[in-house]
């Protein structure tokens, strides 16, 4: 578990907040959020959408501004924004603006606000959808002179408050990434490269950029599910 896991699981108590409590905080546009970071993750959502604003496909915006890679813990496939320079800079970052603020990925839009879902390890797609529980600490940097709710931040950026697509990723990681687990147990290494290329290629880069995102996503997270599944069986006859 990394530092950041590590702080939230010991602290996430402390740090809980309802979608209608307010918190303090006014961006004053430092750009301290954007520079020493080598965390900022893209879910799929953030690639499409990205890649819809530069009017380049999502594998494109990998290869110009990402680096990829196997999570330590989730065992999934990782897409991080690529940080430039000494000091970390995200590659975004413009005139201490973001340079893509209409399409800023769901982390930073988010920011200081943080979100995680409570998924029982046998849960099942669909059932029972479980409630997204949002996290607030010091940011570090702004000033405390506004004062916010989760639920106002969260659609001042156009963020649903249960927003299905984050909770359908959330399992998708996790059901995923439970099969690639065993699969390291027992298949050799050209297997599991093909298996990571299989999850990276379907789950963030094979999209129609002209037709909608969800629809998409779903159908690629099925077809992936139903690979790994397949697999398993293999793999126990």
Known sequence: MDNRLQYIAENYEKMKIGVDDSFPFHCTMCGKCCINREDILLNPEDLFRIADFLHLTPKEVVEQYCVAYIGDTSRMPIVQIKPQGTIKRCPFLKDQKCSIQEAKPTVCALFPIGRCVCIQKDQALG???????????????????????VREWLTSYGIPVQDPFFSHWQHIMLAVGGYIRKSEATSPQPVLEAIWSLVFQSLY????????????????????????KRLASRVKE
């Open 205 to 228: 880069l094979e999209y129609d950029m002209e037709t909608e995102f969800m629809p998409q996503f779903l159908e690629n997270s099925q077809l992936v599910l139903g690979a790994m």
């Open 127 to 149: 059932d029972n959808t479980p409630e997204i529980q949002y996290l607030f600490s010091d940011p570090g940097c702004g000033d405390t002179s506004e004062s916010h709710t």
